[in-house]
C-alpha cells in the first residue's frame, strides 16, 4: 500500500507544452510538498501545502502552478515547458506538529523536455 | 539564510566504518534528518535528531551538536547495497510552517 504515490513515473514533451504531475497520499498528512532533483542530485523544495492552503512558494517561476483540491492531494502543473525544465520532481507529504517527524517521499517523476 | 554542507563523494571498504559530516546553518532548527537514496530511487528517511547526542538504530548511528551546527551519520560493517546517496537535511519553522532543507548529499561507494 503505497503511502505517497505520484504519476506519471517518466515524462517526456517538448519545449512549450504544458504538463501536469499528480501525488496522493494516503498518510493522513496535513502538509504535502514539491521538491526539484536536478542532475547535481540537489534536493530543492518548490512549494509546500498545508490542509490545501499554500503555505512556501520558493521563488518558483509562475509558469508552475501547484493545486491541492484536498488535503490528500497535491498537484503540479507546468506551463510552456523550457529545456532547463528537465529534473526529476518528488512530492512528499509530513505531519507538521503531531507524529513522525519525516517527510515521506513519493518515487518521482522523470521529466525530461526535448 | 540557510545552508547545508556535506562532502560530495565517499569512498570505503566493505566492512569498515564510515562517518559522514554535515554542517547546517538555518534560523528557525527544528530536527536534523538523514536520508538514503539510491540512485533512480526516491530518498528513505534513515534517522532522527532533534536533541544533542547520538541516535543509534542497528548499523547506522546519527549525531547532533546543535551549539556547533553539526551532524554526522556513521554507518558500521559496510555491505554493499549502502552504496547510495546520503542526504542531510534540516527542518526549519522559521516562515510559520514547517519545511525539509536539503543538502547536496553525499555520494558513497563501497568497495568490495
Known amino acids: 500500500d503505497t503511502a505517497v504515490s505520484q504519476t506519471p513515473k517518466y515524462l517526456v514533451t517538448q519545449m512549450g507544452n504544458d504538463k501536469s504531475i499528480k501525488c496522493e497520499q494516503n498518510l493522513g498528512h496535513d502538509t504535502m510538498y514539491w521538491y526539484k532533483q536536478d542532475s547535481k542530485k540537489f534536493l530543492k523544495i518548490m512549494f509546500s501545502y498545508n490542509n490545501k492552503e499554500l503555505i512556501i512558494n520558493e521563488t518558483v517561476p509562475n509558469r508552475f502552478s501547484p493545486k491541492s483540491p484536498d488535503k490528500a492531494h497535491l498537484n503540479l502543473h507546468i506551463n510552456s515547458l523550457e529545456l532547463g525544465d528537465s529534473a526529476v520532481y518528488f512530492c512528499?507529504?509530513?505531519?507538521?506538529?503531531?507524529?513522525?517527524?519525516?517527510?515521506?517521499f513519493g518515487q518521482g517523476t522523470r521529466l525530461t523536455v526535448v | 539564510g540557510q545552508n547545508i554542507d556535506q562532502p560530495t563523494e565517499m569512498t570505503a571498504t566493505e566492512g569498515a566504518i564510515v562517518q559522514i559530516n554535515c554542517t547546517y546553518q538555518?534560523?528557525?532548527?527544528?530536527?536534523l534528518f538523514w536520508y538514503q537514496q539510491h540512485a533512480g530511487e526516491a530518498p528513505t528517511f534513515l534517522s532522527y535528531?532533534?536533541?544533542?547526542g547520538l541516535e543509534e538504530k542497528g548499523r547506522f548511528s546519527s549525531f547532533l551538536s546543535r551549539s556547533k551546527g553539526y551532524s554526522y551519520l556513521l554507518l558500521k560493517e559496510l555491505q554493499m547495497k549502502d552504496s547510495a546517496s546520503y542526504l542531510c537535511?534540516?527542518?526549519?519553522?522559521?516562515?510559520?510552517?514547517?519545511?525539509?532543507?536539503f543538502g547536496t548529499g553525499t555520494r558513497l561507494k563501497v568497495l568490495a
Open positions: 538555518t534560523s528557525g532548527f527544528n530536527g
Open positions: 535528531n532533534v536533541l544533542d
Open positions: 512528499a507529504s509530513s505531519q507538521g506538529t503531531r507524529g513522525a517527524p519525516e517527510a515521506f
Open positions: 537535511a534540516v527542518r526549519d519553522q522559521a516562515s510559520g510552517t514547517y519545511k525539509y532543507i
